[in-house]
């Protein structure tokens, strides 16, 4: 098979068939490989799911050894929003390809995502023309409220899971995308997991397992 993002692809032991899938982004400076993780446990409850890592398709700006969905070197929300853009674009085309492929339509599909993953997860679960089994969120925000109501089309399910400690996107983004999802009359889940920072511990691995069995199974 061959995808137009570099992926990882993560297919059922013993050919099982092929009923569901998890689009796994990574986040900024990181690749598919380092997201693919999470799969090392979510894959013995999940038998019958394919799990796809892409690798975004930038270099990363400061990590050179890894990748970005969109460039954080300016600080300025309209590029940001621009780039992002570009981002969801490719995407979207990467998750029409495994669509093809595996013979799948969108309610058979996950979207997950950590930080600039996140994010991304975030605004594809609303702009869909069809919804997601749904969007599990670690560590995200939404980049620019405005825009997303603008383009809201779908109601996916979302599960948000975010670090007490984490320094890097902070911890009242959830809250903000919690009360923006809500007034939008989505269905979230959310989580603040305590002593945590930037990154994805067992407890949020194993909230999201769960939340993911329910909706895709």
């Known amino acids: 098979m061959q ?8 297919k059922p032991e013993k050919n099982l068939p092929i009923t569901n899938a998890i689009i796994l982004l990574h986040g900024y400076g990181g690749d598919g ?10 894959k013995r409850f999940l038998p019958n799911t394919v799990f796809l890592c892409p ?26 929003l621009n780039e992002s853009s570009k ?23 996950c979207l997950s995502g950590f ?10 679960g609303l702009i869909s023309e069809e919804n997601y089994a749904c969007i599990v969120g ?3 925000k939404i980049i620019d409220k405005e825009d ?14 975010h670090g007490d400690l984490d320094e890097v996107v902070i911890p009242t983004s959830l ?12 269905d979230v889940k959310t989580k603040i997991v305590k002593n945590c920072g930037h990154n994805i511990p067992v407890e949020a691995s194993s909230l999201a397992l769960n939340f993911i069995r329910e909706n895709i199974i």
């Not at 490989?33 to 979510?42: A, E």
């Not at 690798?55 to 940001?80: M, R, T």
């Not at 997303?148 to 899971?161: D, E, M, P, V």
């Open 55 to 80: 690798d975004g398709h930038e270099v990363c700006s400061i990590n050179p050894s890894g990748f970005q969905w969109f460039d954080l070197s300016k600080d300025d929300p309209a590029y940001i």
């Open 87 to 109: 981002a969801e674009k490719k995407i979207l085309k990467f998750i029409g390809e495994v669509k093809e492929f595996f013979k799948l339509d969108s309610s058979k599909i």
């Open 175 to 186: 809250l903000e995308a919690k009360d923006f999802l809500l007034r939008n009359n989505i």
């Open 115 to 124: 930080s600039q993953g996140s994010m991304l997860c975030i605004n594809l």
């Open 148 to 161: 997303l109501l603008k383009r809201k089309k779908s109601n996916t399910k979302y599960l948000l899971i």
């Open 3 to 10: 995808f137009s993002l570099n992926t990882v692809v993560i």
């Open 138 to 140: 670690f560590s995200g």
């Open 33 to 42: 490989k380092d997201i693919s993780m999470l799969t090392l446990n979510w």
